[in-house]
């Protein structure tokens, strides 16, 4: 398991993972470019050892988990995994907490500029997309933040723009732990929230941070667990909170609570840029610390980028828990890349309008990021996208088997299909396709067979052809 970016970025050179790329790109839309074609064609991560306007000790690490083989290679399991044993692998790490442990001594600090020194446009930020609101800094990040009351430390993956040279602008929405604890603990008693931006930790610590958890959950210690050993955390130089020791880079400061500052719009996770420039939190940097040739972390969003591997399959594994406390019979959940963690596919023992219903109603009465869920059977493998269409296009009433609900002032903001007006009143709907046969039909008369190998031969019919398979001149 990788301890920092570097020894990741060594695993991904090693699994054939990583393309390096000396020669010199523009921070300005030809980094993004390149970036967001290689997540569209599942290409590799990329490192970008020469940006244009920048010294060459500094450099760029694109898209650190945004296919399977390296979320495996991330976890410490063969990057020929399949997406299922990896969905296994973390279902069976993340209920394992380990805590973290505190160092006084770490590589994030060997450069320090405290004050008046600090110029964050010292990094290379990236123009990700033609039109975003500006350059940004945090995207593969992790910030840390913490509830004055109770002392709870949160850690976040969320967007930050720069916005001068000591100011940054973010999105985190009011539904984020951040968000929440920003709005109840800080603006509320008109005082600044200190505020850690870490850049570049190891892989699996950036997982946490943009990890469905719940509310008061520690993902320092989710972190630990998935990883196997404690997270190594260094107090801050302005403030107290701890971040991770072999971080790149520390970006530490306040949130201020009397203040907003434009920011955005940028090529969001679903796959489009939505919206105008709005109103983001103000963060004013009080210190900024780095290793020695410190390697920008970066997430070219849009298009499968490192949320479908890693927000989905977090996002899908907390569905199936909350499935199952709520009593439906669900089997697994996944949340296929390709659907911009806007669509489940929850595999049932059974289906019917009772379960549809109470899938629907468990899985939007919070917050609403997903609208589309396609319910099948034991009978469909859910992590074969084909097969699931297959159940869809064949085994969905077309009438019967579609059911909505409708709610507002929880939907997700962000859903391209939603009009500006839904949007602002956070209105929306939740569709599922029920794609399994009826429970009053009888299984012996009504129920089609399906005509398929595993299907529709008997026993020793199949077993003859596999038996004789290779002699009948197949080669596999
Ligand atoms: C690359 C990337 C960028 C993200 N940016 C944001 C953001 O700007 N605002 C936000 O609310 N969530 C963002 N998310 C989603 C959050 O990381 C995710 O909801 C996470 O669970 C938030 O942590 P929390 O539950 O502690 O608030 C982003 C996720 C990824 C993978
Ligand atoms: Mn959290």
Known sequence: MSDDTREFIETLRSTGDLLEIDEEVSWDMELGAISRLACEKDGPALWFKSIAD???????FVNPMATWRRVAAAFGVAPTSSVKEIYQEYERREGKLIPPVTVDQGPCKEVRWVGDTLDLFNLPAPMLHDGDGGRYIGTWDLAVSRDPNTGWVNWGMYRFMVYDSTHLTGFPRPTSHLGKVFQDHYVTKGKAMPLAIVIGADPLSHFAAAATYHLGG???????????????????????????????????????PDRVALE???????????????????????AFTHRRRPILTVDATGYKDDSSTITAM????????RLERHGVP????????????????????FGGKEIARKILETLTSRRALLSKIFMVETDVDIFDIGKVLHAFSTKCHPAHGVHAVHYEGRANTLTPCYSQGERAAQKGATVLFDCTW??????????????????????????????????????Q
């Not at 801050?236 to 701890?242: A, F, N």
């Not at 009053?440 to 199949?462: C, G, H, L, Y």
């Open 54 to 60: 920048y010294p060459e000790d500094v450099s760029v």
């Open 218 to 256: 520690d993902e320092a210690a989710l972190a630990g667990g998935l990883r196997g050993s404690p997270v190594e955390l260094i107090r801050c130089e302005t403030s107290d909170l701890l971040v991770p020791a072999r971080a790149e880079i520390v970006i530490e400061g306040e949130v201020l």
């Open 314 to 321: 977090s996002g899908a594994v907390a569905i199936k828990r």
């Open 264 to 286: 955005g719009p940028y090529g969001e996770y679903p796959g489009y840029r939505t919206g105008e420039m709005g109103n983001g939190i103000l963060f004013r940097a009080t």
């Open 438 to 475: 009826p429970g009053e039909w009888s299984r012996q008369w009504e129920v089609p067979v399906k005509a398929t190998f595993d299907s529709i031969f008997p026993e020793s019919i199949r077993q003859k052809v596999l038996e004789r398979w290779r002699g009948y001149g197949f080669n």
């Open 330 to 349: 669900v089997v697994d959940v996944y949340v296929p890349p390709e659907g911009a963690v806007h669509l489940a596919v929850i595999g049932v023992q």
